[in-house]
């Protein structure tokens, strides 16, 4: 069974930095795109960013280009999300999310989730 | 960017009655060199994460139950539950995947009448 389970989430002031892990198991990590996906209280999905299977590619939502840094460790399982420069707006829910594959970028496997909350 | 937009926001629709959601992109997701639509459809209960139902437009994703179902093509896809059931109450958003950045529609809320 896919199991993704983030950790890292917590109250952080504007400007501050908080970096994200998600633990994965049941499936063979190194063989998929990873993502990050969050959700503001209340409010929808979005995308905020996603990783090759080797961590080679790189991709990230306008909205957090510069601030944030999505990364992996394939030998742990682990995908991360490095938050710098934390605004307000970045207040979410994150999710932790696999990628099916290059060609096929739908989520079918998603973690429980992270809040962050960016308050002074 | 490919905007999603979703139609209506919310309906109410009586146990065992058909629901549908409309979902549109602002240019096509239809692929040439494979004829297919690369827009994804998720459930999401209170408190859970979402949950993968629909991709391809129309391919049920393994254990969903077949009153879930997807159609469209190029930038209008309809959502449809065809007999609603207590446990359906979620909301739902389309994902279109053609391109990064890859956005999601704004979600459909639906409820039982």
């Known amino acids: 069974e896919v199991q993704l389970v983030e950790s890292g989430g917590g109250l952080v002031q504007p400007g501050g930095s908080l970096r994200l892990s998600c633990a994965a198991s049941?499936?063979?990590?190194?063989?998929?795109?990873m993502s990050w996906v969050r959700q503001a209280p209340g409010k929808g999905l979005e995308w905020v960013a996603k990783?090759?299977?080797?961590?080679?590619?790189?991709y990230y939502v306008d909205s957090v280009k510069g601030r944030f840094t999505i990364s992996r460790d394939n030998a742990k399982n682990s995908l991360f999300l490095q938050m710098n420069s934390l605004r307000a707006e970045d207040t979410a829910v994150y999710y932790c999310?696999?990628?099916?594959?290059?060609?096929?970028?739908?989520?079918?496997?998603w973690g429980q989730g992270s809040l962050v909350t960016v308050s002074s | 960017d490919i905007v999603m937009t979703q139609s209506p926001d919310s309906l109410a629709v009586s146990l065992g009655e058909r629901a549908t959601i409309n979902c549109k992109s602002s240019?096509?997701?239809?692929?040439?060199?494979?004829?297919?639509?690369?827009l994804a459809w998720y459930q999401q209960k209170p408190g859970q994460p979402p949950k993968l139902l629909i991709y391809?437009?129309?391919t049920r994703e393994s254990g969903v139950p077949d009153r879930f179902s997807g159609s469209g093509s190029g930038t209008d896809f309809i959502f449809t539950i065809s007999s609603l059931q207590a446990e359906d109450v979620a909301v739902y958003y389309c994902?279109?995947?053609?391109?990064?950045?890859?956005?999601f529609g704004p979600g459909t809320k639906v409820e039982i009448k």
């Open positions: 999310a696999r990628l099916l594959s290059s060609g096929s970028q739908y989520f079918d496997s």
């Open positions: 391809w437009a129309s």
């Open positions: 240019q096509s997701v239809l692929h040439s060199s494979n004829n297919k639509n690369y």
């Open positions: 990783i090759t299977q080797d961590g080679g590619g790189k």
């Open positions: 994902q279109q995947y053609y391109s990064t950045p890859l956005t």
């Open positions: 049941g499936f063979t990590f190194s063989s998929h795109w």
